[in-house]
């Protein structure tokens, strides 16, 4: 339940002063969400992007031009409108000189009151040179000496939307702020003490009234106080679900090497001592009474599928089975294609099962696991389904992550009584965006690629240029080369321009005959699956298809990558496309085809495709080409959206609020010592509800 002293926060907006209905639904359309609509706490968190600063003041000759000022001056004359489309115009003037106050379709009358004739008047707004005259156009406040005394010169300003004004936001924030209840302290006073960080309430106010630019940066005390309460409310509510899990009836399962020892001998090669360094780590997490949670982070190519496989091996030898989780059905099969030969030397009894199997064969898998004659299951999220259940499984593998939710992983290591826990993912997440996105996990990272791989050689095309990358194509077809030709969608519409993978398809048929596949989303999945069949074998030379092709397909004979509208693709799945060649001994290349004229960010993300190869900086510059806005909202990514913390910048919080929620849970699992109900607080205001709930009492 969350505590009374927060509710005036999770009220509508609209129940603030001053927010009518109209005002409300841009507010909603602003800070609101599909289920609920915008509430005073989204009021509160919004924080302005910059100031006008309006505390330049000069007499009227001496004021700087071509900026905000702030003058006083008489008001000397009014100046009405020749005909009905020119401006109606007031001139004030000091002892130095004048300025005329420039109105567009202004309602006279009103002009005329606020600059009565002989008065004095305060006007802010930007001062031009306008054929050799001051003016200022619409003055963004014109007050009398009284009005003045109280107005604010500094001035927030806040990303706004359509049909919602910068001064009704404004007063709907400042009506918000004031509905702002006294919270208990519930960071550690001396870490705050010593950096000289306000009180949650407190930073709230000083970015919100920010006295000069400065204030409203990212990195001032108070932006900095309220980015770590977000991070440590996020960290806390991960450290408490994983503390969760660990603690409930952790098994040890202590590996013999007896059976990955002749998987290993199996193997067509020796395993990258980044490999070797992953076992090991996984396989003394398996041997501890602690529940592993661990994640295997290895760019494309790295070869995660093997350290999968032995670590199956492992929890067989424990006694145990493993589960390995797909997120497609290709990949599952693809997968079991790869792994049931070496499984079967090594004596271990393998199976797949995906929604489209037989349901007699269907029956059959789920009565070998029931009973245990299988001792390694490979699927999709079918798997863990209600209707499979496991004799004793050990281990889940889940390959690929970034497309399950995270309440999916923890959901299905519910399966096995003690199951330990391997994430594999390809997604090469800077270190920073770890913590955030998969919680305080141990991490394996493969960071060397096998030996024997070369470097791919990355070219961009504008789509002009499209009969010479069919012409080239065809050579290295000739040449005995297998082609990946990836297209952003599956049927043209006529609302854009985007070229559609089946008529690519049509076009590239005119070329190779039956040489070419195709495969998208929408196809039959035995069409789709005898596409990709056809293409693994060699049967065909180029396979045309969507971006199901994206995630984890293995060919390692393919050596060409072509990606049209390369434009519109993200700097991380370009990566993830080019990462499907280069596996093998061939030289490879990767054509990227776009369509002109770039824009600043795609032109970036171009060329960084074309300077390297490491998907570790490439998913740093994509931090920084997406740029704030958009790492804000990065809700397309499946990563967490924070309203307060800048993860660019505040990188450095999230390690120390990790570091502090592990400790603190550490201490005190419950949250039952005297920071406790603070920190429950905290909890709930950042709407970590069902953390909260995990605590006895919460
Ligand atoms: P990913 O990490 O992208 O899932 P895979 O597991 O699909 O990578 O491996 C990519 C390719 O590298 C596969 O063809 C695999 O057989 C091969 N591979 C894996 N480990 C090694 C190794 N140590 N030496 C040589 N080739 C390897
Ligand atoms: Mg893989």
Redesign the pocket.
């Known amino acids: 339940m969350r505590p009374e002293l927060l509710n005036p926060l999770f009220v509508e907006a609209t129940k603030l002063r001053g927010v009518g209905p109209k005002v409300a639904a841009a507010l909603d359309r602003l800070l609101g969400a599909p289920s609920r609509p915008a509430r005073v706490l989204d009021l509160v968190l919004h924080l302005p992007i910059s100031v006008v600063d309006r505390s330049t003041r000069a007499k009227i000759r001496e004021a700087p031009r071509d900026q905000v000022v702030t003058l006083e001056g008489r008001v000397r004359e009014h100046l009405a409108p020749a005909n009905v489309k020119a401006p109606f115009k007031a001139v004030i003037e000091d002892e130095t000189g004048d300025c005329t106050l420039v109105f567009f379709r202004s309602n006279a009358a009103w002009v005329e009151k606020a600059l009565p004739i002989g008065a004095t008047r305060f006007v802010s707004g930007r001062l031009e040179l306008w054929d050799g005259r001051l003016q200022m156009v619409h003055p963004d406040r014109v007050v009398d000496a009284e009005a003045f005394a109280t107005m604010p010169l500094v001035e927030p300003v806040y990303p706004l939307t359509e049909g919602l004004f910068p001064r009704v936001l404004g007063k709907a924030v400042e009506t918000a702020l004031e509905r702002l209840p006294d919270l208990p302290e519930w960071q550690d006073p001396n870490r705050f003490v010593l950096r000289g960080w306000p009180g949650f309430a407190e930073a709230l106010k000083a970015v919100h009234h920010p006295k000069k630019a400065g204030d409203v940066g990212a990195e001032t005390p108070a932006r900095q106080r309220l980015a770590y309460d977000e991070l440590l409310a996020s960290q806390l509510a991960l450290a408490l679900v994983r503390n969760r899990q660990v603690v409930d009836d952790g098994v040890p399962h202590v590996p013999t090497g007896a059976i990955s020892a002749k998987v290993e001998a199996a193997l067509p090669?020796?395993?990258?001592g980044g490999?070797r360094k992953a076992l090991d780590e996984i396989r003394a997490d398996m041997a501890s009474p602690r529940r592993m949670l661990r994640l295997l982070q290895?760019?494309?190519?790295?070869?995660?599928?093997?350290v999968a496989l032995l670590a199956a091996a492992s929890a067989v030898e424990a006694g145990t089975q493993a589960a390995l989780m797909a997120p497609t059905e290709i990949l599952a099969r693809q997968h079991h294609a790869?792994i049931a030969p070496l499984a079967e030397a090594a004596g271990l009894r393998v199976a797949v099962l995906t929604g489209r199997d037989k349901a007699s064969e269907r029956a059959a898998t789920q009565r070998g696991l029931e009973d245990g004659t299988i001792d390694l299951v490979i699927g999709t999220h079918a798997l863990f389904s209600e209707t499979v259940a496991f004799k004793d499984l050990g281990l889940v593998i889940v390959?690929e992550q970034h497309r399950f939710g995270v309440a999916q992983r923890l959901t299905l290591a519910e399966k096995g009584r003690a199951a330990e826990l391997l994430v594999?993912t390809?997604t090469p997440i800077p270190r920073t965006l770890v913590l955030t996105v998969f919680g305080d996990m141990d991490v394996s990272i493969?960071a060397e690629k096998?030996?024997?791989r070369q470097p791919i050689v990355t070219l961009a095309k504008p789509a002009d240029a499209m009969e010479e990358v069919v012409a080239a194509v065809g050579r290295a077809v000739a040449g005995g080369a297998r082609v990946y030709w990836v297209c952003p969608l599956v049927t043209e519409s006529e609302h854009t321009d985007l070229v559609a993978a089946e008529d690519r398809f049509r076009a590239l048929e005119a070329y190779f005959g039956d040489r070419v596949r195709l495969m998208h989303g929408q196809m039959k999945a035995a069409e789709r699956d005898a596409a990709m069949a056809d293409f693994a074998s060699g049967r065909a030379s180029v396979l045309v298809a969507t971006t199901v092709i994206e995630v984890?397909v293995?060919v390692?004979e393919a050596s060409v990558m072509v990606i049209e509208h390369a434009e519109r693709f993200g700097l991380a799945q370009l990566h993830q496309l080019r990462?499907r060649v280069g596996?093998g001994a061939a030289k490879s290349f990767c054509l990227l085809v776009y369509k002109g004229p770039l824009g600043k960010t795609s032109e970036g993300r171009i060329e960084m495709m074309k300077q390297t190869e490491d998907g570790f900086l490439i998913a740093e510059a994509d931090l920084r080409l997406r740029g704030e806005g958009e790492l804000i909202g990065t809700k397309q990514s499946g990563l967490p959206d924070f309203k307060l913390a800048l993860l660019d910048v505040h990188g450095k919080l999230l390690e120390e609020a990790r570091r502090e929620a592990a400790g603190l849970v550490a201490d005190d699992p419950n949250l039952s010592g005297p920071r406790g109900p603070a920190l429950r607080m905290l909890l709930h205001l950042f709407e970590r509800d069902a953390a909260a709930r995990l605590l006895q009492g919460g």
């Open positions: 090669f020796r395993l990258t490999q290895g760019d494309v190519g790295s070869g995660k599928t093997v790869r390959d594999m390809a493969l096998p030996a024997g984890g293995d390692p990462g596996r």
